[in-house]
């Protein structure tokens, strides 16, 4: 049997079935669409057997439709792995939807091992077949559409420089340590600097406003010169450890992936120590794009949007576009921390792209406001363009149409888009991402939008009406 195939299903679960036990109506309406469009599986099996040499062989691991309901199920209820797990071995309810039914339920380890293997482009695929279904049975037209940014968190501490090279000092601390574990004479030569290093950062952490105008340069010299010495004595390990002979394979694999983590942990140190020195020894002002905020999460990016309560933020911008109905029909994980003026051509031909027409209504915040925005929309087709001028004089046509009902409604309608952030953000675990990097960031956004569109699919297939039968002549 292919390690992947569907368990084969039981007499215990067809009993259990004929007990009538019932799954939650969401749940249900879900589960049935899932089951009517079982092509949606397809893309997960793929990324499941990317890289096996033979996937027909094995042992028997977590089927595509068993990790596509186990990623959905995750992200509805917004758990970890291991709660994931424990809830599912528990209720038979969930061991339907997940696929599971009376067969044993894997460790939270191995549904972690199965999410990884997903890509943000398979996410981003089930999420445009979704949609398709969606426009398929007349649940969506994509008439209406409302916009917005955002930005998702990733799982770091404010960075400031003396953190990050603390932590430089003890990541490459405990790689060295277990290289030295692993290597059968050990490592001799590496010298422990993280009391040393951990005494000097919080020094510097206690410092007042005042104190550092005369106290943290030379602090930050001897930190500096703490972390060149670590790094360097980390790459004097790495060339004595480069051929070893006598090694298994297994610890041969380990020992190799300690040394590619030791090489890029140093590399991260020598650009933490170059911002460093040249921000605080030198006051340079250095660009926010050539900084690195986390040497855990280097691809973390600095945001600024003006916010009062929050004027910096950790993370990555993400795009949004709602439709009328609540399904995310576009989402993108941005680079950097581009304006929002930059995001309307692309979505619109996104948008096309999926409806094969323009929406009627466009709308955002005064953030994606430009006139050549605005022409772009009218070139584009769209009747009505609700976008708030930001700046500037306004014209009395302008003032007369910004007051106008149909722009106000227009106004009305964008706000539905900032609840639909804080469903994302409270509700489907989108607020920080907790995975580890950027590949595995973009599918936690993707899996929380398409836990979104399926329960809004199956709450507009639960309220929509029967068809009615015609009276015979």
Known sequence: MSRLADPQFSFADLELRHQGVHLDPSLQAILGFLDDHAALVEQVRQDLVRGLKNPNTGRTGITPSQTLRSLILMRIKNWDYRELRERISDGYTLRIFTDFDTHRVPQHDAFNRAFNRLTPATLQAVNGAVIQVAVHLGLEDGKRLRVDTTVVETDVHYPTDATLLWDTVRSVTRLVEQLHHRLPGGVPGFTHRTRSARRRMLELERMTAQQRHTQQKPKYRELLRITGQVLESAR??????????????????????????????????????????????????????????????????????????????????????????????????????????????????????????????????????????????????????????????????????????????????????????????????????????????????????????????????????????????
């Open 236 to 473: 004097h390990i790495l060339q004595k450890t480069a051929q070893l002979k006598g090694i298994d394979v297994r610890d041969g694999l380990v020992i190799e992936h300690l040394r590619r983590q030791i090489t890029a942990y140093c590399d991260l140190g020598d650009r933490v120590r170059e911002q460093t020195r040249r921000r605080v020894l030198e006051g340079e002002q250095v660009p926010a794009e050539e900084k690195v905020y986390s040497v855990f999460e280097p691809h973390t990016d600095l945001i600024k949007r003006g916010k009062v309560r929050t004027p910096v933020e950790f993370g990555h911008k993400v795009f949004l576009a709602e439709s009328a109905q609540g399904l995310i029909t576009d989402y993108q994980v941005l680079e950097g921390n581009p304006a929002d003026t930059t995001q309307v051509q692309g979505s619109l031909e996104r948008h096309q792209q999926r409806f094969h027409c323009a929406p009627e209504l466009y709308t955002c915040d005064r953030g994606f406001y430009s006139a050549a925005n605005e022409e772009d929309c009218q070139k584009a087709g769209v009747k009505q363009v609700c976008i708030p001028q930001r700046g500037g004089h306004k014209s009395a046509d302008r003032e007369s149409f910004e007051r106008s009902p149909a722009f106000k409604k227009g106004q009305r309608f964008r706000a539905g888009i900032e609840g639909r952030i804080s469903v994302l953000f409270r509700g489907r675990g989108m607020k920080r991402c907790r995975a580890e990097g950027p590949q595995r960031f973009a599918v936690l956004v993707g899996a929380a939008v398409l836990a979104n569109n399926l329960l809004r699919i199956a709450e507009l297939l639960r309220s929509r009406k029967p068809a009615q039968r015609k009276k015979a002549a």
